[in-house]
């Protein structure tokens, strides 16, 4: 598409105005992206996009970086920024926040957090204020090549928390489409947020070994401690983190059953 305008120092969004009115009528799209000249005023950053809606916009430098690509119809899919500590853009497990800018890498995923909001793989839901469970956490590359897809196995997994924000489970498993993941890889990643008709801001709180565990104080405003402990990390078809959930009380459930196979990785051999 051609402008018959001088774009140079021009803002982004004044540029995108114009690109939007030049189009012509009755085109068919769902989702729509516009790459603009690098003489184009983007204000620092590299793209921009609308939440829940059709449109992208790039600086011509970015517009081939594989993560600018996936963090920007991530908006457009419903989701927001996926942030640690008090920086926005900070959980490296996620391409809504990891700022990697090369053409064809990072391989990587979403966070659980959004990973549950997309609906792409098997969700669970856990009240832990009313049950304990145990969970067989596979990674994303496992489940997209066709194994742990069944009842036994779960992606993402959200433990519900009806008075505020709740927490989201994944098995960062590194390999695959997730084998350059910026951070906590083949951790259990414990991710902060919420869902509804888009995924909310998201904070990264920990990222889990075998044999590590992690508390959420004052689960829920209940005056109890959620724990979340991962028992072992189990390579095989498919590789799981088995991991338990339970509220802090004097009867706590353990991670009985665990194989004698271990190497010296921190993994367990399994079927």
């Given at each position: 598409?051609?402008l ?22 009755g ?11 690098d003489?184009v ?17 790039f ?6 970086d594989?993560?600018?690509?996936m ?11 996926s ?31 959004k ?15 009313t ?11 496992d489940?997209n090549?066709g194994?742990?897809t069944?009842n036994d ?12 924000l ?18 906590m ?10 869902v ?10 920990a ?7 992690y ?13 979340i ?6 390579t ?9 959930v ?6 706590n ?12 990785d921190g993994?367990?051999?399994?079927g």
């Open positions: 598409l051609e018959n305008k001088n774009v140079s120092g021009q803002s982004s969004s004044a540029v995108q105005n114009w690109v939007t009115n030049a189009l012509p009528s085109l068919d799209y769902d989702y729509l992206v516009y790459i603009l000249p003489s005023n983007f204000g620092g950053a590299a793209a921009y996009a609308y939440i829940n809606w059709h449109l992208s916009v600086l011509n430098e970015y517009s081939s594989l993560l600018v690509q963090h920007e119809i991530g908006h457009n899919l419903g989701a927001y920024h942030g640690e500590g008090s920086y926005s853009y900070g959980d490296g497990t996620c391409f809504m926040g990891a700022h990697i800018y090369q053409d064809d890498a990072p391989l990587m995923c979403f966070n659980g957090q990973s549950y909001f997309f609906n792409w793989y098997s969700n669970i839901d856990v009240d832990p204020l049950e304990s469970k145990e969970l067989n956490l596979v990674g994303a590359n489940y090549n194994q742990g069944g196995y779960a992606v993402a997994v959200k433990l519900v928390n009806q008075n505020g709740s927490l989201f489970l994944m098995y960062n498993r590194e390999e695959g489409i997730n084998d350059e993941v910026h951070k890889g083949d951790k259990v990643t414990v991710v902060e947020g919420s509804s008709s888009v995924a909310s801001q998201s904070w990264l709180l990222g889990l070994g075998a044999g590590e565990e508390t959420k104080n004052d689960f829920g405003g209940s005056g109890q401690n959620l724990v402990k991962v028992c072992e990390m189990v095989g078809s498919p590789d799981y983190a088995r991991t338990l339970y509220m802090d009380g004097p009867q459930p353990s991670c009985s059953g665990e194989t004698d196979c271990c190497s010296t993994f367990t051999c399994g």
